[in-house]
């Protein structure tokens, strides 16, 4: 249990400080939506855990989602432009 409050508490905070030091809130909170992915995909490797369904529907709405918050907004024209 030590183990788990030193290195999936105490470091990913440190880890998370960092990231924020030198990227942007936005990518930086994005890396928490990766955590089921990650976990997923370790659990297939390690433990043979099956590719369901299900699975496979939830990473790719993870990665779906992390793509929509991190990909540059859009740019409307403004109503002056159109008008001009």
Not at 5 to 27: D, H
Not at 50 to 73: C, E, K, N, Q, Y
Request: glycine share 8%.
């Amino acid at each position: 249990m030590t183990y788990l409050a030193i290195f999936g508490g105490a470091v990913a905070f440190y880890l998370w400080v960092f990231a924020l030091q030198r990227a942007s809130p936005t990518r930086v909170a994005s890396t928490i939506a990766v955590h089921p992915v990650s976990a997923s995909v370790f659990a297939v490797i390690v433990i043979g855990e099956p590719v369901g369904v299900s699975l496979a529907v939830g990473v790719i709405a993870v990665l779906v989602g992390i793509w929509i918050a991190t990909r540059a907004p859009r740019t409307v024209p403004s109503a002056e432009r159109i008008s001009a």
